[in-house]
């Protein structure tokens, strides 16, 4: 079964340093790959998303993810992390089967002055 | 704001009851789905429906049920409530193009979070 790890829980970065939030992925074919980002009592936002080509892709908020075929992963990247970053990122994979995305168990994003 | 709305943002109740969780989907969206959000569990997806009939399952339980009304707003219903069932319920929805999932964006609403006492 398809399948997405995050392998880092929660990670804290200060303001102003550049962030990577690790995804990796198992699929059995050429996947599509999100990252959504879920703030405290909200739902969640789409960040950015690849089907096929350059394989560096723009989101919004000033992130970017690069995916790796070879490494099976989709790493999240910002270079200046802001205050209002803090929040719970997913990746995510699909459509699987009968699921429509397989979302990894998140990285809780910290952010300190 | 997604435009996807869901009713009540939060509900407490005790075991052995029965809830029903609300979503109205963006505008001209055609496709709800419907996902269960647990510490331990992540984020699990439970069943999709596409324009009235549903059109995938997940790891959805027995106990519950969900339909998808002719104004194509849905309910999920749980019932027989366990204190496992504590969690925070996601609607989404997209406009599905007729496919059984339409590749694009899910929009979220901001969910129902569900505490069973």
């Known amino acids: 079964a398809q399948s997405v790890t995050q392998p880092d829980i929660h990670i804290t970065v200060s303001e102003g340093a550049s962030l990577e939030l690790r995804c990796n992925y198992s699929y059995g074919a050429t996947p599509y790959l999100f990252w959504y980002v879920q703030s405290p009592g909200q739902g969640l936002q789409l960040l950015l998303k690849y089907f096929s080509g350059d394989t560096l892709v723009q989101g919004i908020k000033g992130f970017e993810a690069e995916f790796k075929r070879s490494q099976s992963s989709f790493n999240l990247r910002k270079p200046s992390v802001h205050w209002s970053d803090a929040a719970e990122y997913f990746c995510?994979?699909?459509?699987?089967?009968?699921?429509?995305?397989?979302f990894g168990k998140g990285t809780r994003l910290s952010v300190i002055a | 704001d997604s435009g996807v709305t869901q009713t009540p943002k939060h509900l407490i109740t005790a075991t052995g009851q029965r809830v029903t969780l609300r979503c109205s989907p963006r505008s001209g969206d055609l496709s709800v789905y419907w996902y269960q959000q647990s510490l331990d569990q992540g984020l699990q997806f439970l069943i999709q429906?596409?324009?009235?009939?549903?059109?995938a399952k997940g790891n959805i339980l027995e106990r519950f049920s969900a339909q998808q009304f002719p104004d194509l707003h849905s309910e999920l219903n749980l019932s027989s409530l366990e204190l496992g069932d504590s969690a925070l319920y996601f609607c989404?929805?997209?406009?599905?193009?007729?496919?059984?999932?339409?590749?694009?964006?899910?929009?979220f609403g901001e969910g129902s979070r569900l505490t069973v006492l």
């Open positions: 995510a994979v699909g459509p699987s089967g009968n699921t429509p995305l397989v």
């Open positions: 989404a929805s997209n406009e599905g193009q007729g496919r059984k999932f339409d590749t694009g964006e899910l929009f």
């Open positions: 429906y596409y324009n009235g009939e549903e059109r």
